[in-house]
């Protein structure tokens, strides 16, 4: 069963932190450009959903591995909290720009700073826990 969860675990890893870095990257391109906006925007739709299988499965595979470090537990918790920030306050706005046609207008700049944030936090979170996992796993 360890060998499993563990399994799980690094599937969830790839599957969210792949997701993330694609949509993270293409939303740092889009601060500047209408085309990477667009993208962006676009892309979302299928990163999102992506990113929550990531987390699931990753949350799956950690209840059931027992070497599992217990901090690892807060960065699960950050990572829930951004992706409900992101999923059902920052998605919305941009499926409601999407539909107004507005796909191509580069966001707001205070929304921006709203996502830049979401970003750091999603980078360390990911990232750190995913490390902290590695560097824990037997």
């Known amino acids: 069963m360890e060998n499993l969860s563990g399994f799980i675990l690094i599937i969830g890893y790839i599957v969210g932190l792949g997701s993330v ?8 391109l889009g601060r500047k450009s209408s085309y990477w906006t667009e993208t962006t925007i676009r892309t979302h739709q299928v ?4 990113i929550w299988v990531g987390l699931f ?22 990572l829930i909290l951004n992706g409900i920030f992101l999923s059902f306050y920052v998605s919305p706005i941009l499926l409601e720009r999407e539909k107004k046609g507005k796909i191509k ?21 990911w990232w750190g826990s995913l490390l902290l996992f590695l560097y824990n796993a037997k």
């Open 21 to 28: 870095t694609v949509i993270d990257t293409l939303g740092f």
């Open 47 to 50: 990163t999102k959903p992506l």
């Open 57 to 78: 499965l990753i949350l799956t595979g950690s209840y059931f591995y027992k070497n599992l470090n217990p901090n690892l537990i807060y960065f699960y918790i950050v």
């Open 105 to 125: 207008e580069i966001l707001p700049s205070s929304l921006q700073n709203k996502i830049f944030v979401s970003f750091i936090i999603s980078f360390l979170s």
